[in-house]
Nanobody
Framework: QVQLVESGGGLVQVGGSLRLSCAAS????????MAWVRRAPGNEREFVAG??????YYSESVKGRFTISIDNAKNSVYLQMNSLKPEDTAAYYC??????????????WGQGTQVTVSS
């Protein structure tokens, strides 16, 4: 079965960095649209970053600060987060989509990893 397991979240100060990892099994990340999506309590789900074999995509709020990448050999997806802000505080989820289209609906989700940015 498909599993997406996130790790790397934690407590970090404003301006700090974190690297999130998503270890996938049951699917090849190179054959799916892979994304990082975040949700803060009381807020709606927010697309953060996505990656396909063709390109990378970012929300306006994280452009220039976050970088999404894939390691095909490890079948994993990563999110490097720099210059973190309090508004980045959220649970971050790895998600996979089988097929084309936009970054709004997904077929598989990880359990999430919490990122908290404090000052």
């Amino acid at each position: 079965q498909v599993q997406l397991v996130e790790s790397g979240g934690g407590l970090v100060q404003v301006g700090g960095s974190l690297r999130l990892s998503c270890a996938a099994s049951g699917l090849a990340v190179s054959r799916y649209m892979m994304a990082w999506v975040r949700r803060a309590p009381g807020n709606e789900r927010e697309f953060v970053a996505g990656i396909t074999v063709h390109d990378k995509y970012y929300s306006e709020s994280v452009k220039g600060r976050f970088t999404i990448s894939i390691d095909n050999a490890k079948n994993s997806v990563y999110l490097q987060m720099n210059s973190l802000k309090p508004e980045d505080t959220a649970a971050y989820y790895c998600a996979a989509k089988d097929g084309g289209g936009g970054w709004t609906e997904y077929d598989y989700w990880g359990q999430g990893t919490q990122v908290t940015v404090s000052s």
